[in-house]
């Protein structure tokens, strides 16, 4: 394969230097009715000879005295002007109407204005700027009702992404991602120089053509393409600096000595310790061209990324190359395109981040500086505080232990288009795509952190996992396109192939001889292979996870001006129980432009739109309907067997979700506005459930149970301030806000997510009450401090006796309340462009409100325990003097309301007229997260969406979160 695209790279390339005999100079200018536009492309029709304007609208190109000069711009319509032997043209391109754009959707594509559901469009153009190393960082703030949120940003850890609040309880939230229109795409296999735009499927009726796997929504996403034009390359680079933005305040060492501390003679900051200010290089380069028929873009991805966390980044090489090409008389259209990514990552370990916050701040780095006599070669060399609970040299834990993963990823998609006639076509979709994760993580036995360095047996550790995921993916459908009077009709109907494999492995062994080498490496010569010690184990192997679906689609348009959009879809699954394994999800929608009747003036557009949708979900794990058994040992004989501990269920079938959304849709020249309200029902989910004892005597099994209810609104404004030749102003605003509440659920009354460790293991944080609103944050309230130092809390009933026990946290009189909610009210994002001249400058605001996060380092160590005297403590603004007992209350709650300017931009175009061999150069400087304005005292204001796994869990902000930077970036963007 890499041979035939090197041929036909090069062929291209050779074809494109030598130009027809008989052509003559043509200059020009292209011009719209705004003035210039720069990067516009010139073609000699039916040539791949070509050329882009300058920036003042500027082209030169050899051609024929009878050639026809094929002139594009994006957002304009395309025009054929015949050269007639003149040397100098004026061109002047008309503005495609925006309402007529082509919007790809599920399976095909409508005129925007014929769309009847919920979808956003985001061109690269609108996409956030900067270090963007992730194709979702592209959308973060830019689609109502798409929250995204990467707390800390870890450069490793992949964001939460929650469409329209929570999706699901138990299987995927997370929406579905189709690229060039393969589906269950990867967007880590996708670098963002590569997307040419985003499209959003947000609501049911949009996203049900996809079934089961669309139920979270459906990203789109259209990666860059060739053109018929002499091959061209481009150059983008980035180099980019980020510092810690925000860290937790901790006692300086002579604060520490001050509160009692205990003074071991240093002084360190051992934050400033582990941190450091990372550096971040991109690269990309890329090669787009054709020749008659065929078109190519070739592109190479380099990414150095340093994280702020001592040993925590990632370097990766990403490749990615697009085909298309027509045949049979242009009948047959091929696509294909193909990506690699190979990507080491340094995962470091956020724990030394949070030992940073708790660490003696008078303790030194180096054993050589304790001020009594300590063994440091037994502790690499670093000094160790022995004998307390939970405290260890977080330098240590940051350059000792060694945390890598490395990441493969291959795919491709082929897609076969036949037209038959102007009315009937057939596609054939085939991808397959190809992931494999290995993490290695090693800790040698000088390591006190999890290294057992004071043990005098099994030091060191040694831990492995891999897992490796196949997608394969076959799909064939047809569309009949026809018009008959005043009435367009398009039919999709097709047949759609998925299986999913899924292995994996992990292995965990320790006791090596010394620290000589990394025995991570060398693991036969661990001890554990030759005593009793306990290695650990595990492999597991999914069947064939496969899903099958015929699916249809009508799209009518009436009088250019009423839409119906209709599809239906049978899908079966190999996950559910043998007599519920097939659904069918129906969806409708219907539009009216009324401006087509009313005639507003100056008004391009006023539509209205109501659409329905079903979805359904399955469970994220295979054979939830069979019997659960375990693997047991028989101690007397020293054999084993097989317990049964789950009952089968063979009723168990899809988690379904009904989503009705009416949308309202408004168009000037200038101004564009769209309003969406929703409310989806999820109804069914696969939980696990106590039972009463079956006939083998088990009392679990997984049922489908519980209702959740979301009702939201979502606004999107827009509007050109000023649009003049020389200047012009947007600006776009996006809102969103939604409520949702548990309908039924298992459990009508339950408190869950606890405090954790140290001394509050027992303690909740998060109520889940049927009836009410999803993420409160449920505790007793702070009243003031007795002189003991214990806090007191409020009489919240007042019947006298104070009620304030985690045990007692459902009881009807405990004097607990609703300290907050883990879910914003409001989300916000707001866009500004602007340009003059050479110059353009974009920035991004992002705002959210109404949410409440719990900040556990402040309910751990800000009070000033007596027994704590070996560790620092947090301090703050709202620390309570003379606090000296730490117990979770309203104390720790708070708002997290913030504002931000996320992205700011300025861009300059250098003019390269002069320069023959360059068509375009430009600079540009980034900021990212310059600014944030709340009040809360933690390290990140970004809501918190869930308690790892657990979306009824939100609001909780845990002390293993990476710490907020600040970034400033270089680019040079480079077209010869």
């Not at 604060?255 to 990309?284: K, M, P, Y």
């Not at 090596?512 to 292979?529: G, H, R």
């Not at 769209?674 to 106590?690: E, G, Q």
């Not at 005292?937 to 609001?955: A, F, H, R």
């Amino acid at each position: 394969m890499k041979k035939m695209n090197l041929k036909t790279f090069f062929t291209a390339l050779l074809l494109t230097v030598g130009l027809v005999t008989s052509a003559q100079t043509v200059t020009g200018i292209v011009t719209s009715d705004d003035g210039p536009l720069p990067g516009a492309t010139v073609v000699v029709k039916g040539t791949s000879n070509g050329v882009s304007t300058d920036f003042d609208g500027n082209f030169s190109i050899n051609a024929p005295a009878d050639a026809i000069l094929e002139v594009s711009f994006v957002g304009f319509s395309t025009q054929d002007v015949p050269v007639n032997g003149q040397d100098n043209l004026t061109i002047t391109l008309a503005t495609d109407n925006e309402l007529d754009e082509v919007i790809v959707t599920g399976y095909g594509s409508q005129k925007k204005k014929e769309i009847t559901s919920a979808v956003t469009v985001v061109g690269e153009e609108d996409f956030n700027k900067g270090t963007i190393n992730s194709a979702t960082e592209l959308l973060q703030g830019k689609v109502a009702g798409l929250s995204i949120y990467n707390r800390g940003g870890n450069p490793n850890s992949q964001a939460t992404i929650r469409l329209r609040g929570i999706s699901s309880i138990g299987s995927n939230v997370q929406p579905l991602v189709v690229i060039d229109g393969i589906i269950g795409g990867s967007l880590q296999n996708l670098d963002p120089n590569d997307i040419e735009s985003i499209n959003v499927l947000k609501d049911g009726s949009a996203g049900s053509i996809y079934g089961t796997r669309g139920s979270s929504g459906v990203i789109l996403v259209t990666t860059k393409k060739g053109k018929n034009q002499k091959t061209t390359f481009n150059y983008n680079g980035q180099l980019a600096t980020s510092s810690a933005f925000e860290t937790v305040n901790v006692l300086t060492a002579d604060e520490f000595r001050a509160a009692g501390g205990t003074d071991l003679g240093s002084d360190t900051d051992w934050i400033n310790e582990v941190i450091r200010n990372s550096v971040t290089q991109i690269h990309n380069f890329s090669a787009t061209g054709g020749h008659h028929e065929t078109t190519y873009r070739i592109s190479a991805n380099l990414r150095d990324v340093d994280g702020i966390l001592t040993n925590s980044g990632f370097d990766q090489f990403n490749a990615r190359a697009n085909f298309s090409s027509k045949a049979f008389n242009e009948k047959l259209k091929i696509d294909f395109n193909s990506s690699f990514t190979r990507r080491n990552q340094q995962n470091g370990f956020a724990e030394a981040l949070r030992y940073a916050v708790l660490y003696n701040p008078t303790a030194p780095v180096l054993g050589v500086d304790s001020p009594f006599p300590f063994n440091s070669d037994q502790f690499g060399g670093y000094f160790e505080s022995l004998g307390l609970f939970d405290s260890f040299n977080p330098v240590a834990i940051a350059n000792l232990n060694q945390n890598n993963g490395n990441l493969i990823e291959f795919n491709y998609g082929l897609n076969l288009n036949y037209s038959f006639s102007d009315t009937f076509s057939l596609n054939l979709n085939i991808a397959q795509q190809e992931s494999k994760y290995s993490n290695k993580i090693y800790y040698p036995t000088t390591s006190h952190f999890r290294g057992n360095a004071t043990s005098p047996i099994r030091k060191g550790r040694a831990e492995f996992y891999e897992n490796k995921n196949r997608f394969k993916l076959a799909e064939l459908y047809g569309t009949y396109d026809n018009t008959f009077g005043v009435v367009d009709l398009t039919f999709t109907g097709g047949y759609s192939f998925q299986q999913f494999n899924f292995e994996d492995f992990s292995l965990g062994l320790g006791d090596f001889p010394n620290d000589d080498i990394n025995f991570a490496d060398a693991i036969e010569n661990s001890q554990d292979l030759n005593t009793n010690q306990p290695i650990t184990a595990n492999s597991n192997v999914s069947p064939d996870e496969r899903i099958i679906a015929f699916f249809g689609r009508l799209n009518l348009t009436i009088d250019d001006a009423i839409f119906l959009n209709a599809s239906i879809r049978r899908e079966g699954s190999s996950k559910l129980g043998k007599d519920n394994r097939y659904a069918i999800l129906p969806a409708i929608g219907v539009g009216i432009d009324l401006n087509h009747y009313l005639e507003l003036n100056n008004v391009e557009l006023l539509k209205i739109r109501l659409g329905y949708g079903t979805t359904g979900s399955l469970p994220s794990q295979n054979g939830l309907d069979l019997d659960g058994r375990i693997v047991t040992e028989n101690s007397p004989t020293g054999g084993f067997s097989t317990q049964l501990v789950r009952a089968a269920n063979p009723d168990l079938k899809w988690e379904s979700k009904g989503e009705i959304n009416f949308g309202v849709e408004f168009n000037t020249n200038r101004f564009a506005a769209t309003l969406d309200l929703y409310s989806r029902d999820i109804d069914d989910f696969v939980l696990l459930r106590t039972i009463e004892s079956s006939d083998e005597g088990v009392t679990q099994q997984y049922q489908n149970a519980g209702n959740i209810n979301t009702k939201g609104i979502e606004l999107a404004l827009n509007y050109d301030f000023v649009k003049k030749d020389a200047i012009t102003y947007n600006a776009g605003i996006v809102l969103s806000s939604y409520n949702t509440v548990l309908k039924e659920y298992v459990t009508p009354r339950e408190v869950r997510s606890n405090l954790g460790s140290p001394g509050q293991n027992d303690t909740p944080l998060i109520r889940v009450f049927t009836g009410e609103p999803v993420g409160q944050i449920w505790g007793p309230v702070y009243d003031s401090v007795d002189a003991s130092g214990n806090p007191v809390f409020k009489d919240l009933n007042g019947d006298g006796v104070l009620k304030t026990d985690s045990g007692n946290a459902l009881d009807d009189d405990v004097d607990f309340a609703v300290l907050g909610n883990g879910i914003p009210d409001l989300e916000l994002g707001w866009t500004n462009q602007l340009s003059f001249g050479k110059w353009s400058v974009n920035a991004f605001f992002r705002a959210a409100f109404g949410h409440s996060l719990v900040n556990t380092f402040r309910a751990f160590y800000e009070p000033r325990l007596s027994s704590q005297s070996s560790y620092n403590y947090v301090t703050s603004e709202l620390a309570v003097p003379g606090l000296t007992t730490a117990r979770f209350s309203s104390l720790y709650v708070e708002k997290a309301d913030f504002f931000k300017l996320d992205n700011l931009t300025v861009n300059y175009a250098i003019n390269t007229d002069k320069w023959k061999s360059i068509d375009g150069l430009d600079l540009s400087l980034n900021g990212q997260n310059l600014f944030v304005i709340t009040g809360y005292t933690g390290l990140d204001p970004e809501p918190s969406l869930s308690d790892g796994n657990d979306v009824l869990s939100p609001g909780i902000d845990r002390r293993t979160n990476y710490f907020a930077s600040r970034t400033f970036t270089f680019g040079v963007n480079l077209k010869f």
